[in-house]
């Protein structure tokens, strides 16, 4: 990718941020494309040129929003980290991969269009699950997971722990060390124990 075509990209990457925000605040139907174009900072054409229209601008919006998160996640829960490293990265990531995204602001787009609605369910019922799956198969062997908890459990759980630490009054630095207290709640359960430290 040249200079020009990554000064393009983030253009449209702008268009497409403010467009998301302004659905999920107004609606779909009450944002026009001036408004969109007066948030992104961008001449009401170039929206145009690159999507074609508002309907347009909507299911290339989301359907980028679903390919960059679902890359982004598969990039960190495939690799070599060790299981708690991994679950650190799980657990404070926006919209988290446990959380998968969350489209329920946007439910009338993948009403309107098929190709989205059916990409999405893709996410959902496949490739948001075998991800997870993966993740938590992770744990399992690295002795963090307990082998008799179900993924569904497991998934849970960290679902849990996820919603609570992402709270914005949780990511204040004045709690740090409870957050480092959840972490570790969250790992090794009441007991306290770590894996290394369990006898078989």
Same mark, same amino acid.
């Given at each position: 990718? #040249?200079g020009? +075509?990554?000064r393009?990209? @983030?253009?449209?990457?702008?268009?497409?941020?403010?467009?998301?925000?302004?659905?999920?605040?107004? =609606?779909?139907?009450?944002?026009?494309? !001036? &408004?969109?174009? /007066?948030?992104?900072g961008?001449?009401?054409?170039?929206?145009?040129?690159?999507?074609?229209?508002? &309907?347009?601008?909507?299911?290339?919006a989301?359907?980028?929003?679903?390919?960059?998160?679902?890359?982004?996640?598969?990039? %960190?829960?495939?690799?070599?980290?060790?299981?708690p490293? *991994?679950?650190?990265?799980?657990?404070?990531?926006?919209?988290?991969?446990?959380? #998968?995204?969350n $489209? &329920?602001?946007?439910?009338?787009?993948?009403?309107?269009?098929?190709?989205?609605?059916?990409?999405?369910?893709?996410?959902?019922?496949?490739?948001?699950?075998?991800?997870?799956?993966?993740?938590? &198969?992770k744990?399992?062997?690295?002795?963090? %997971?307990r082998?008799?908890?179900?993924?569904?459990?497991?998934?849970?759980? @960290?679902?849990?722990? /996820?919603?609570? %630490? /992402? /709270?914005? +009054?949780m990511?204040k !630095?004045? #709690?740090?060390?409870?957050?480092?207290? $959840?972490?570790?709640?969250?790992l090794?359960? *009441?007991? =306290?124990?770590?894996?290394?430290?369990?006898t078989?």
């Amino acid at each position: 990718m #040249n200079g020009y +075509e990554r000064r393009t990209e @983030l253009k449209k990457d702008k268009i497409r941020a403010a467009a998301l925000e302004l659905f999920c605040s107004y =609606g779909t139907d009450k944002t026009s494309i !001036n &408004e969109i174009a /007066q948030k992104a900072g961008v001449a009401p054409a170039s929206i145009y040129n690159y999507f074609g229209s508002k &309907e347009g601008l909507m299911k290339d919006a989301v359907i980028n929003l679903l390919e960059k998160g679902w890359k982004a996640r598969k990039e %960190i829960w495939e690799t070599d980290l060790p299981f708690p490293e *991994l679950m650190k990265h799980a657990i404070f990531m926006k919209n988290s991969f446990i959380d #998968n995204i969350n $489209l &329920e602001a946007l439910r009338t787009l993948l009403d309107i269009d098929m190709e989205i609605k059916k990409l999405a369910d893709d996410f959902y019922k496949n490739r948001y699950p075998y991800i997870v799956g993966k993740f938590i &198969e992770k744990g399992r062997r690295e002795g963090y %997971i307990r082998k008799d908890i179900s993924t569904e459990a497991a998934t849970i759980y @960290l679902k849990m722990y /996820q919603n609570v %630490i /992402q /709270q914005s +009054e949780m990511m204040k !630095n004045s #709690n740090r060390d409870l957050l480092k207290e $959840l972490y570790d709640l969250m790992l090794y359960g *009441l007991a =306290g124990h770590p894996a290394d430290d369990r006898t078989e």
